[in-house]
């Protein structure tokens, strides 16, 4: 959960600043509300190939986490709709609306703009120009500020957790499972928590859960401890669990790197948001998998439906799963791949649910 | 830069002629390792991206993205202007030979300071602006002084003592922010925003171009005709050229290296007051002024770059100007460099980097073109002040 760590410092500065909203207004360059609007010019995209940019959080597009995922999305587009595809990578959070303009000012026919952070940045964008489509990865759009042009990309983090949890419950020897969280005041975090928890009892109602979150500290702190992310998953190893599911920016990692301490002993972990067998190497002999957000496919749909004329504006929900196996492969069972598999697609249709409230009520 | 000082012409210019030409001497190395830098930037895009193109398209957008519009250029200016303060804070102690690494420190605490006036008082702007910009000034200059005292009273010397206080000062920031300082109504750590009596005026408003470059040019000329033409200042450079031969004049070491610190601190917390009353953020078309507010991660380094810019400048402080206009130009260049060639945005740190290591070795620059040593006068007494010395 890298990304909270992110979040929380850049919201500081979110909604950089900038130009686009002011100079598009004044700029005559500009178009003014071109009127071959929306859903009149259906068919005018239809074989033509689409300008697609991407404008990445703090960081960059080999990041391993968000940013990546989210341009390997851009570039499965320009390989099977021929798209062409530019991106620019933000340096200072300050120039989160001088990156998106870039793509503005030369008329691009979809922007992505990856993270919670720059969402204000893209809001103001998509309203200064309402022929371009943006695409907002992990930007919920509230009630009020929807607009047509403008879709943004979430994910249910309860069903990753869920999913996390059934698997966890399965594969558990001790039956006894722990989960390490950096707070439950963050809800996404939260969300992952209680899916874990849900899944497990759904699963194995026997087994015993220690789930921890680590809200006694300030919001400052929560993400950026792994010190007590390891010691509360080696406490929770000495208590009996042989899994802990991490969550959390570092503070999960620590959990992660608690069970790669006791590898000799055969515990297990499982990683949060992206695969993180390959982010924190460290625990790679210990990952059984990774609750993950499928960003590709999901930035992927969104270009493929502007390119087939089927954009939809408005919230859009992104698939969950679990990442790979890795080392951990012969653990898992042909006969857990299938539940697990008919879990995934139940809880897509929703023929399962996890009953968890969107926040922490 | 150093292209203005060759074109003399005829009549009172004349006498300006020996001047410019000293300028230019004094700008003739900088500026060959800017080119140098340049170079090796170009031939490293071209051996990474296999394409000399490319590498030519790459400074083509470099240059579009930092000067090819009024708008570009606008936002060269506002990264322009922390960067002349720092490089300023980082050249005044250089000239009382020391090595102030804590500008990143000082201009967190200036920030920090200048927020809390802005966003705490209610009051007319033509009297909030100057306090706040008074505050920034007051949290660098104490923040800047410790290490000076520290280095007076006990010898411990400033490289090592500015950047601890560098650590210090960005946890005392965070704990700050997540605590008595922070907006109640914000899940992120950051102040309320500022009082709009408080923000600096904007030059152009459309183009989010805002005072504190003017500031920023009068502060120069006022640390060069402090560092020239007063007392104090020449105290100032006798002490960072000879301590012994000062301390044998009369002069206070020991009040001297608090002194510049301090001042340098100062100048640097100016920087953090220039981000927090003059950047916008959250420009929006509902606020198209946007806000002013002082948050967690906003330096983004300008801190840092500034020993840098010092150096590149030869410590003067028309020569920071230079040297910060160029940093500036860099920061503000490499999204469109980047959005034209699709090249890392690294490339600008590792040419900052190759002008930093030119300058400091400029040897392997007077080798390449052939250029005679560094006279006495050229060379950098903060280079080669010795460690661990107490001056008191």
């Not at chain 1, 986490?65 to 999305?73: A, L």
């Not at chain 1, 919230?315 to 598999?341: C, W, Y």
């Not at chain 2, 953090?272 to 002082?294: I, K, M, Q, S």
Request: include cysteine.
């Amino acid at each position: 959960m890298e990304r909270f760590v992110k979040r929380r410092e850049f919201l500081a500065l979110s909604l950089a600043a900038t130009l686009s909203a002011t100079l598009a207004a004044c700029g005559a360059a500009t178009p003014t509300a071109t009127p071959p609007a929306a859903g009149g010019a259906a068919g005018s995209t239809g074989g033509k190939k689409l300008k697609v940019g991407l404008v990445t959080d703090v960081g960059s597009v080999n990041d391993k986490s968000f940013n990546q995922s989210s341009y390997e999305g851009i570039v499965r587009a320009q390989k099977e709709l021929g798209s062409e595809i530019k991106y620019v990578e933000t340096k200072d959070a300050k120039d989160y609306s001088k990156n998106i303009d870039q793509f503005v000012q030369e008329k691009y026919d979809v922007i992505v703009t990856v993270g919670f952070a720059i969402g204000e940045a893209t809001l103001a964008a998509a309203k200064a120009s309402p022929s371009i489509k943006f695409i907002g990865v992990d930007q919920f759009i509230a009630s009020g500020a929807e607009l047509p042009n403008l879709a943004g990309l979430t994910f249910e983090e309860d069903k990753a957790g869920y999913l996390a949890g059934a698997l966890a419950a399965m594969v558990t020897k001790t039956k006894n499972l722990g989960g390490v969280f950096a707070t439950d005041t963050v809800p996404p975090v939260w969300r992952f928590g209680e899916g874990y928890r849900a899944g497990i009892k759904a699963t194995d109602p026997s087994v015993q859960i220690q789930i921890i979150y680590h809200s006694d500290v300030g919001l400052d702190k929560t993400f950026t401890d792994p010190a007590w992310g390891k010691a509360t998953a080696l406490a929770m190893f000495d208590k009996g669990a042989d899994i802990v599911f991490g969550g959390g920016g570092n503070t999960g990692n620590g959990a992660l790197a608690g069970a790669a301490e006791r590898k000799d002993k055969g515990v297990l972990c499982i990683g949060v948001d992206t695969d993180q067998y390959e982010t924190v190497t460290e625990a790679q002999p210990v990952i059984l998998t990774s609750a993950i957000k499928l960003l590709t496919p999901g930035v992927f749909n969104l270009v493929k439906a502007v390119q087939d004329n089927a954009f939809k504006s408005g919230n859009v929900v992104g698939d969950v799963g679990l990442a790979p196996f890795h080392q951990q492969e012969s653990k898992v069972t042909a006969e857990m791949k299938a539940r697990i598999d008919k879990l995934t697609a139940d809880l897509k249709s929703g023929a399962v649910k996890t009953g968890v409230p969107p926040v922490k009520p | 830069m150093t292209g203005q000082a060759t074109t003399a012409g005829d009549g009172p210019a004349r006498q300006l002629w020996p001047l410019a030409r000293r300028a230019g001497q004094a700008a003739l190395v900088p500026a060959l390792a800017i080119f140098t830098a340049l170079i090796l930037g170009a031939i490293l895009i071209w051996l990474t991206t296999g394409s000399l193109a490319t590498a030519l398209a790459a400074y083509g957008g470099l240059w579009e993205g930092a000067l090819g519009s009024p708008r570009a250029l606008a936002g060269t200016l506002v990264r322009s202007t922390p960067y002349i303060f720092t490089g300023l804070a980082v050249a005044l102690a250089f000239k009382c030979g020391l090595f102030n690494i804590g500008a990143e420190g000082q201009l967190a605490l200036g920030a920090v300071c200048a927020a809390w006036v802005g966003y705490r008082f209610q009051m007319p702007g033509l009297l909030h602006v100057p306090l706040t910009i008074l505050a920034g000034i007051a949290g660098g200059f104490l923040w800047g002084m410790v290490p000076g005292i520290l280095k007076a009273r006990t010898g411990a010397h400033e490289v090592i003592t500015t950047i601890m206080m560098n650590y210090l000062a960005l946890q005392i920031v965070q704990i700050l922010l997540s605590g008595p300082l922070k907006d109640p109504r914000s899940v992120a750590s950051q102040t309320p925003a500022l009082a709009p009596t408080s923000w600096l005026p904007m030059l152009i408003p459309s183009l989010q171009l805002h005072s504190g470059v003017l500031l920023a040019v009068l502060v120069a000329i006022a640390v060069w005709w402090f560092l020239g033409r007063t007392i104090w200042g020449f105290e100032l450079r006798t002490v960072g050229v000879n301590p012994a031969a000062a301390r044998y004049a009369g002069m206070s070491v020991a009040r001297n290296v608090v002194g510049a610190m301090a001042l340098s601190g100062a100048l640097a917390g100016l920087a953090g007051v220039v981000e927090v009353a003059g950047v916008a953020l959250d420009v929006t078309t509902v606020t198209p002024t946007g806000n002013r507010y002082f948050g967690l991660g906003f330096s983004s380094g300008y801190g840092f770059d500034s020993i840098a810019v010092a150096l590149l400048g030869r410590g003067n402080p028309f020569g920071v100007i230079g040297a910060a206009l160029l940093f500036g130009g860099l920061r503000a260049g490499a999204t469109r460099m980047q959005f034209n060639t699709q090249v890392p945005g690294e490339i600008i740190s590792v040419i900052q980097a190759l002008i930093l290591l030119l300058i400091a070795a400029d040897v392997i620059v007077r080798r390449l073109y052939r250029l005679r040593a560094a006279t006495a006068d050229e060379a950098q007494p903060a280079l080669t002040s010795g460690w661990g010395e107490k001056v008191a």
